[in-house]
C-alpha cells in the first residue's frame, strides 16, 4: 500500500498557494500553453508518431480514432488544465467510464493510496479515492484473494502489521484487512483510472510525481517573507525622519514660528 509523500496532501494545498503568486501562475500558463500547442492540421493536441511506415488505411483509421477520443473527452478544450494540473500538482488521476471511455477529473487530494502487486513489478491494482462520484461506486476492485486478508492467511502469506493506520478510521487491530476502506472511501480497479504523473520510478514519492513547483519551493517563501518584512517595514516606520523647509518670507521672528506651528 502506498500513499507518497508523508505530507502530500498539505503538499499540494502549498502548491494551490503559489499558484496564487502572479509570477509563478503565469509560468505555468506559459509552460502549459507551449506545451498543448494544437497540430495544424488535425486540430487534436496530439501528433501519432508511426515506428514504421504506415498504410493510408492505417492512417486514416488511427487519425478518426484519435479525433473521435478527442471529442469524446473534449481534450481540445481540456488539454491545458489536465496538462497544467499535472505539472502543478505532479499528478492527475481521472476515472474512467468502462463503457464510453469518458475520463471523469478526481481531486487529488481526494486520492488516499494506491495499493501495488509488488509481485508483477509494483504494478498499481487498486486505487482508493475518497468522496468519488456515487455513478463510479460500482467499478469494483479486482477480486480479492485469501493472501489479501490478515484472517487465517496461508503459510507464508504476508501479515499485516497490527499498527498500521487507516486514514480517517483509526488504528487497525487484528483480524482486519489492510485493504479495508475508510468511511466515504472507494477502492477502484487500476484499469478504469487514467493517472498522469511526473514519476519516473526513482523517488520515494512514487507511484506519485513529484510537481515542477517543488525545486522553487523554498526561493518562493523567502520572496514571500521578503514582501512580508517590507510591508512591516513600512508600516512599522512610516513617520521616518525628513527635514521640511517652510518658506515664511520675511515674517517676524514670533509670527514665522507660529506659522511653522501650524503648518505642523
Request: with cysteine; net charge negative; charged share 25%.
Amino acid at each position: 500500500v502506498y500513499i507518497g509523500h508523508p505530507n502530500r496532501i498539505e503538499r499540494y494545498n502549498q502548491y494551490e498557494a503559489m499558484d496564487m503568486d502572479s509570477e509563478i501562475n503565469a509560468c505555468l500558463d506559459i509552460i502549459s500553453e507551449f506545451s498543448t500547442q494544437q497540430t495544424p492540421n488535425e486540430n487534436v493536441p496530439f501528433a501519432i508518431q508511426y515506428a514504421e511506415t504506415p498504410t493510408d488505411n492505417e492512417v486514416e483509421i488511427i487519425r478518426k480514432q484519435l479525433q473521435q477520443w478527442v471529442k469524446l473527452n473534449k481534450l481540445d478544450q481540456r488539454i491545458f488544465k489536465i496538462f497544467r494540473n499535472t505539472i502543478k500538482y505532479g499528478d492527475q488521476v481521472f476515472v474512467r467510464d468502462p463503457e464510453t471511455f469518458e475520463m471523469y477529473w478526481v481531486d487529488m487530494t481526494k486520492v488516499a493510496r494506491v495499493i501495488v502487486n509488488e509481485s508483477e513489478g509494483k504494478r498499481p491494482e487498486q486505487y482508493v479515492i475518497r468522496d468519488i462520484n456515487p455513478n463510479f461506486q460500482n467499478l469494483t476492485v479486482a477480486s480479492k484473494t485469501t493472501t489479501d486478508f490478515n484472517v487465517n492467511p496461508p503459510s507464508g502469506a504476508y501479515l499485516a502489521p497490527y499498527n498500521y493506520t487507516l486514514p480517517n478510521s483509526g488504528t487497525q487491530g487484528a483480524g482486519l484487512s489492510r485493504f479495508a476502506a475508510a468511511m466515504n472511501e472507494s477502492v477502484i480497479d487500476a484499469k478504469h483510472v487514467v493517472h498522469l504523473s511526473l514519476t519516473e520510478g526513482l523517488d520515494f514519492y512514487w507511484p506519485f510525481g513529484q510537481s515542477i513547483l517543488e525545486v522553487i519551493f523554498r526561493v518562493f517563501k523567502q520572496k514571500e517573507l521578503l514582501e512580508d518584512s517590507v510591508l512591516i517595514y513600512r508600516v512599522a516606520r512610516a513617520p521616518e525622519r525628513r527635514m521640511f523647509k517652510i518658506d515664511v518670507g520675511n515674517m517676524p521672528s514670533h509670527m514665522a514660528m507660529s506659522f511653522v506651528e501650524r503648518v505642523k
